[in-house]
């Protein structure tokens, strides 16, 4: 089993709907979690990120923890052809443990 | 601006051939990471260096070399040895003195063996 789990898709939304990508983890140590976003052909980068337990907004992006579940979600509310892209989840422990460890990524298309 | 460059964008190999991929950040970041990116694989970390004239191998380091001279460069060597390198290769930095290792990537460099 994967420390991390996370459903490649494809996901094809029409734009507008609210989107909500996941990740489950086995590792009760994690203690950050981030999601990324990756265009085509780019580089990934920094969308959202959270501490331990807790929801946090960011606009249209709403970063959720559940550590009880060892369960994390990403929501997108009006989404846009923009946003498609593939979205990686990635977590780490706390202190001196700074490897990261990565989801395979949800592919995600928003059809106008 | 700030930022991670990587070059070049676009990168040709003949089998049996040692390339060196280049990365440069001007974030004062102290920490920088070198991973592979394939199809259905996700990202696998090759090695990382928190310090100068320091780094670790990461999940697949074999097959790979890395130098750390200067804070701001961390050039990656794919060598002969690595029987599989056609493979899509990110640079990312951090702040080491931060516990949150928010990683910030490259635009990447794809390598490609003929």
């Known amino acids: 089993q994967k420390e991390v789990e996370q459903d490649p898709g494809p996901l094809s939304v029409p734009e507008g709907a609210i989107v909500s990508l996941n990740c489950t983890y086995s590792?009760?140590?994690?203690?950050?979690f981030m999601w990324y976003r990756q265009y085509s052909r780019k580089g990934p980068e920094l969308l959202m990120y959270?501490?331990s337990s807790g929801n946090k907004e960011d606009g249209r992006f709403t970063a959720q923890v559940d550590k009880s579940s060892k369960y994390i979600s990403l929501f997108i509310r009006d989404s846009q052809p923009s946003d498609s892209a593939t979205y990686l989840c990635?977590?780490?422990?706390?202190?001196?443990?700074?490897?990261?460890?990565w989801g395979l990524g949800t592919s995600l298309g928003v059809n106008p | 601006d700030g930022g991670i460059t990587q070059s070049p964008k676009y990168l040709f190999r003949k089998e049996g051939q040692n390339v060196t991929l280049s990365c440069e950040q001007n974030?004062?970041?102290?920490?920088m990471y070198w991973y592979r990116q394939d199809p259905g694989q996700g990202l696998r970390l090759i090695y990382y260096?928190?310090?100068?004239?320091?780094?670790q191998k990461g999940d697949i380091a074999e097959g790979y070399s890395v130098s750390r001279e200067k804070k701001e460069s961390f050039p990656l060597t794919v060598t002969s040895a690595q029987k599989n390198p056609t493979a899509f290769y990110l640079c990312?930095?951090?702040?080491?003195?931060?516990?949150?290792?928010?990683?910030?990537f490259g635009p990447g460099t794809r390598l490609t063996v003929l």
């Open positions: 990635a977590m780490s422990e706390a202190g001196n443990n700074r490897k990261l460890i």
């Open positions: 990312a930095s951090s702040m080491s003195e931060t516990s949150l290792n928010e990683q910030f």
């Open positions: 260096s928190q310090i100068v004239n320091d780094f």
């Open positions: 590792n009760s140590a994690f203690q950050y």
């Open positions: 974030l004062n970041h102290d920490a």
């Open positions: 959270t501490y």
